[in-house]
């Protein structure tokens, strides 16, 4: 280790895990390791496994940067375990985690606060019993597992033989999902940084009825537009309704929030990012870029104001 690396810190960046997003966390945390080395950081990556807390143990980092996506590493699970072991991390807490990644339940905040976001109604697969298309929604419905990112799983149904067929594939291995009205139009998303709003960027799949996971990971598989062509009053209201739902979910450090725009202008909030991807395709890097926050000032940043907590624990020890 140079002396340089030795002044910054040691960071140990946890990336990988048993979810769906493996892949998504492992181009995340390799991305950021990358960084922290031209940083200067003595970076370590430890994946999300059994051996976790021995690793970690064994380690000592000055702070943990959480590269993981999806339930376990997106859900407050890691970061309850960080807490129980007084070290300092990247990102939301552990209450903010656990909100955000339950779209029920952050559409139901988003819901009782005024927020617009599309209808809808959740469903679990309890009893071995499929459930029925919900009359009270309108199809074409989007379904999407309840508390899994990155696009995993989701299905937009335009038929009940439609609606029945997704139900029985994600029965397999999900126990429950969301379904929710589908909005025809645009589709934008705003990301946070320490409490500001970030240039909006417009999201244009290109191949892909939406932006599903091929679109968002795969070279080529959508467009980002960043800044956004839209009129400095529509870019306002986006960037206030990301910074809105980022405090009310309680969210810290950054968060992204995706949106669609219907043909008559009217935004409808969809969910919102707690770690959001940080992969060469990913939506945060670009609108950090567009605000004059290079990838590695991004990394640098985050570090910084974990390890800046991590200073404030052991005062208070």
């Known amino acids: 280790m140079t002396e340089q690396q030795r002044g910054r810190g040691r960071v140990a960046v946890v990336m990988g895990g048993p979810s769906t997003e493996r892949e998504v966390s492992i181009a995340t945390g390799s991305a950021v390791m990358r960084a922290l080395e031209r940083l200067g950081y003595d970076?370590?990556?430890?994946?999300?496994?059994?051996?976790?807390?021995?690793?970690l143990s064994e380690l000592a980092p000055d702070?943990?940067?959480?590269?993981?996506?999806?339930?376990g590493g997106e859900d407050g699970t890691v970061q309850g375990v960080l807490e129980w072991m007084k070290l300092p991390y990247t990102g939301s807490d552990v209450r903010g985690c656990a909100l955000s990644i339950d779209k029920h339940l952050t559409k139901k905040l988003l819901s009782a606060e005024g927020f617009p976001t599309p209808a809808w109604d959740t469903f679990d697969f309890e009893g071995g019993t499929l459930p029925l298309l919900p009359g009270s929604l309108n199809l074409p419905l989007v379904v999407k597992p309840r508390n899994e990112?990155?696009?995993?799983?989701?299905?937009?149904?335009?038929?009940?033989e439609e609606w029945s067929r997704a139900m029985v594939e994600l029965a397999a291995d999900r126990d429950g999902v969301l379904a929710e009205e589908f909005v025809d139009g645009r589709e934008f998303s705003c990301g946070v940084l320490f409490e500001c709003a970030l240039p909006v960027a417009e999201i244009m799949p290109q191949g892909?009825?939406?932006?599903?996971?091929?679109?968002?990971?795969?070279p080529g598989g959508?467009?980002?537009?960043?800044p956004a062509h839209i009129d400095e009053d529509l870019a306002h209201r986006l960037q206030m309704l990301a910074l809105s739902a980022h405090r009310l979910l309680?969210?810290?450090?950054?968060?992204?929030?995706?949106?669609?725009?219907?043909?008559?202008?009217?935004?409808?909030?969809?969910?919102?990012?707690?770690?959001?991807?940080?992969t060469p395709t990913s939506l945060f890097p670009d609108q950090c870029a567009a605000d004059g926050v290079s990838f590695d000032a991004l990394i640098d940043r985050l570090v910084r104001a974990a390890m800046d907590r991590g200073r404030t624990l052991v005062d208070v020890a």
């Open 222 to 226: 959508s467009r980002h537009e960043v």
């Open 149 to 160: 990112g990155s696009s995993t799983g989701v299905r937009i149904v335009h038929t009940h």
């Open 250 to 278: 309680g969210l810290r450090d950054y968060s992204r929030t995706d949106f669609m725009l219907t043909r008559e202008g009217r935004p409808y909030i969809l969910e919102t990012n707690s770690l959001p991807g940080l």
């Open 63 to 71: 702070a943990v940067f959480i590269a993981l996506h999806g339930p």
């Open 208 to 218: 892909h009825a939406f932006y599903n996971y091929e679109a968002k990971y795969a």
């Open 43 to 55: 970076a370590r990556s430890i994946d999300f496994d059994r051996r976790f807390v021995d690793s």
